[in-house]
């Protein structure tokens, strides 16, 4: 078997196979690499006689993050033979979840068993937070240190390829959430091959990946190699990228416009429609604009404004970021749905400057919006759900903002039916220490919010990951189901009309009374009222009632062309 590996400082590397060290050459036509033959087996590589290492682009970690590599003969699976041939972001419906909780067995193959729920509910693409090997068994998967493998627990290589076979088999895309802007804290062997980081920049994470500085075009080459490799040989649809602000790059032709290049050179080759949605947090419409228009070309990216607004107006909440959208939720929820970003050059106070630039109005799908995320849901101090504290009226109002806007709609496990169970932050961290200080920095961090330190979930202990798992049971009782069938509604009803599917935020029109307590959106023909104030209200419709698709809660036709709604009421209705 050929071994090889990029170590540009070594003076002596091997390979470690089934505990003999068998001696590596530099490689005369790639500068800084280092090639062989040995015998198959788990192996690691050994630089200037330490001890062996995992493989940087290991395809397979069976024993953890600090164990040795095992190869992976991808050509060895039986796919299915499915037709799929993949289907553009535009249009779709994302459904976000965490493989190790959206069941009890945690598993690729568990999550198979409940894909035709994904069906039934008419969403088009699943997305999977990160299944990088990682410490332990249980965590979000943002702490990865093996970018080319899949985490064991989870069902390894394999487990990923019939999931995803599966997904596809039903009619449903796969989206993986990578990570390119840091390495867990443990088990990251990076720094002893080369210089894989730098210190020219810092990230809240440390030293920046080294994307600009001496050796970065082996780094960027790594990166963009793992991205292929999952669209590739795991037949991933697209990838979700962590972070995108976090990725520092100075160089004339940025990181993420190389690795749109080499992705959409990928979908050429291989005949299916392959993309990439960002996590920015700049509000720059050149994240997703054309390369030829002097962007950065990834298709779409995470819409917070949006997400912010929404949550101000359901729930009151002001401190911290959603101060600037408290201030008027009314208005920031109008100005978001009709231009993609609150703020677009405006203050912000949370950062105590001017914050972004306004987004073009045509492309509306660029954006993701939802109302709950792994990040608003597990970053908070109990990881509560929107439905700890808001009734089901409110819950289905969100829905309706969401699965009617001119954006990409994403919806997160388990919010489909108002679930009860909360999602927190939990980690398996194998070093004590490191355990230690997860657990006293998150007291710690709550602690300057007013939380008593025994409230926060401990991180570390198993019983937060079982607090976090989906109950299956909950969607065949009430008040779970009522809200269900409407999610389903609302997605039958953005398939079957056009114009709520429309990614054009100039067509998009919003009228609000925020004294009475209701928001109108206006989607072509259709129009979305929602009523979050007391008693009944009467909603002026602005045109002729030509029927009511659907509502949740109480609505009938009002006097003089209005709609008459209830307490917490939400109505889709078509006009003449």
């Known amino acids: 078997m050929l071994y090889q590996v990029w170590a540009p400082d070594a003076k002596v590397v091997e390979v470690e196979v089934g505990a003999i060290p068998y001696l590596l050459e530099r490689d005369p036509a790639r500068p800084?690499?280092?090639?062989?033959?040995?015998?198959d087996g788990d192996y690691g590589f050994r630089i200037d006689g330490g001890r062996a290492l995992p493989d940087p682009r290991s395809a397979r970690q069976p024993f953890g993050p600090d164990g040795l590599s095992r190869a992976v003969d991808h050509s060895a699976f039986a796919w299915s033979g499915t037709a799929w041939r993949g289907r553009p972001l535009p249009g779709a419906v994302v459904y976000e979840l965490h493989v190790g909780t959206f069941t009890p067995e945690g598993t690729f193959d568990a999550a198979v068993e409940k894909l035709d729920h994904l069906v039934e509910l008419g969403v088009d693409f699943v997305e999977l937070m990160p299944v990088c090997t990682f410490p332990g068994r249980a965590g979000w998967g943002y702490d990865g240190v093996a970018l080319w493998a899949v985490h064991e627990p989870y069902g390894g290589p394999d487990g990923l390829k019939r999931f995803v076979d599966a997904a596809h088999r039903r009619g449903l895309g796969v989206v993986l959430d990578v990570v390119h802007n840091h390495l867990g804290p443990s088990g990251n062997y990076l720094p002893r091959f080369g210089p894989y980081f730098t210190d020219r920049h810092r990230t809240p994470w440390g030293s920046a990946v080294n994307l600009d500085a001496p050796g970065s075009d082996e780094v960027r080459a790594f990166l963009v190699g793992s991205a292929l490799a999952w669209l590739r040989d795991y037949r991933i649809d697209g990838l979700?990228?962590?972070?995108?602000?976090?990725?520092?790059?100075?160089?004339?032709?940025?990181?993420?416009?190389?690795?749109?290049?080499?992705?959409?050179?990928?979908?050429?080759a291989t005949g299916r429609p392959l993309f990439l949605v960002a996590e920015s947090d700049l509000n720059d419409p050149r994240t997703t604009a054309p390369r030829p228009a002097g962007g950065l070309g990834l298709d779409a990216q995470w819409?917070?404004?949006?997400?912010?607004?929404?949550?101000?107006?359901?729930?009151g909440e002001s401190q911290g970021y959603y101060a600037d959208f408290a201030a008027d939720p009314y208005a920031a929820v109008a100005k978001t749905l009709t231009g993609g970003f609150f703020h677009d050059g405006s203050r912000s106070s949370f950062r105590g400057r001017a914050h972004g630039r306004p987004f073009p109005a045509e492309y509306g799908h660029r954006l993701l919006g939802y109302a709950q995320t792994h990040d608003q849901v597990g970053n908070r101090a109990t990881g509560?759900?929107?439905?700890?504290?808001?009734?089901?009226?409110?819950?289905a109002a969100a829905a309706a903002l969401v699965l009617t806007s001119p954006f990409t709609p994403m919806l997160f496990m388990g919010e489909e039916w108002g679930a009860a169970t909360p999602w927190q932050y939990f980690t398996d961290h194998t070093d004590p220490q490191l355990a230690e200080a997860v657990r006293q920095g998150r007291?710690?961090?709550?602690?300057?919010?007013?939380w008593r330190a025994e409230d926060v979930p401990d991180p570390q202990d198993p019983a937060t990951v079982r607090a976090s798992t989906l109950d299956w049971?909950?969607?065949?009782?009430?008040p779970h189901a009522e809200l269900l069938a409407w999610y389903r509604e609302l997605i039958r009803l953005r398939r079957a009309a056009p114009e709520l599917s429309d990614g054009?935020?100039?067509?998009?029109?919003?009228?609000?009374?925020?004294?009475a307590g209701w928001l109108a959106v206006h989607r072509g023909r259709y129009r979305v009222l929602v009523h979050l104030g007391a008693g009944v209200c009467a909603v002026p419709l602005d045109g002729e009632l030509a029927g009511l698709e659907a509502c949740f809660g109480e609505?009938?036709?009002g006097p003089a062309g209005s709609v008459l709604l209830g307490p917490d009421s939400v109505a889709v209705l078509r006009t003449a």
Do not use: I, M, N
């Open 32 to 39: 800084g690499w280092w090639r062989g033959e040995g015998p």
């Open 240 to 268: 979700r990228l962590d972070a995108v602000h976090a990725l520092v790059d100075t160089r004339a032709v940025h990181f993420l416009e190389e690795l749109a290049t080499e992705v959409e050179k990928l979908a050429q």
């Open 303 to 315: 819409s917070d404004d949006f997400h912010h607004a929404l949550h101000c107006l359901l729930t």
């Open 384 to 395: 509560d759900r929107l439905s700890a504290s808001l009734p089901p009226g409110r819950l």
């Open 443 to 450: 007291r710690r961090e709550f602690a300057e919010h007013g």
């Open 473 to 478: 049971s909950e969607p065949g009782r009430e």
């Open 504 to 515: 054009d935020l100039g067509a998009v029109r919003v009228r609000y009374d925020a004294a």
């Open 555 to 557: 609505a009938r036709p």
